[in-house]
């Protein structure tokens, strides 16, 4: 099956097909990913990780209302400087903010003035 033929079967423009399985757009239309599982008769795990996967491959980033100044700071560190990070920094870096959700790991009390 073509991109084409497939994109009309989905409703969706071909060259939209196209942008996703380049990885230069996300498919990040819920119905679309919906109707994708359908047409594939994808199982219930498959379909998860589809969820998963398209979920992961988002290119922005919506910030909590309630992030403090420093929740900016931070991220405006990570977006300047991920780059320069390899994967085993990045692997490094997200064990450490896994540790701190689960309470594992806390940052040191700080004396007061």
């Known amino acids: 099956m073509t991109q084409e033929q497939l994109a009309k079967r989905l409703d969706v423009n071909a060259s939209y097909l196209n942008r ?7 498919p990040g239309n819920l119905r679309f ?3 994708l599982v359908e ?9 998860s990780t589809l969820f ?11 910030l909590p209302r309630n992030l403090s100044p420093q ?3 931070v991220v405006a560190s990570l ?8 994967d085993a920094q990045l692997g ?5 903010i896994n540790a701190i959700k689960c309470g594992a790991m806390r940052a040191p009390s700080m004396p007061k003035p």
């Not at 996703?20 to 996300?26: A, D, L």
């Not at 047409?39 to 379909?47: G, W």
């Not at 977006?79 to 390899?86: A, E, P, T």
Request: hydrophobic share 35%; net charge negative; charged share 25%.
């Open 20 to 26: 996703i399985e380049g990885g230069s757009k996300s």
């Open 33 to 35: 990913l919906e109707r």
């Open 39 to 47: 047409f594939l008769e994808l199982s219930p795990t498959e379909a």
């Open 52 to 62: 998963t996967l398209a979920k992961l491959s988002q290119r922005t980033v919506r």
């Open 71 to 73: 929740g900016y700071v």
């Open 79 to 86: 977006v300047s400087g991920i780059s320069q990070l390899d």
């Open 92 to 96: 490094l870096l997200e064990t450490m």
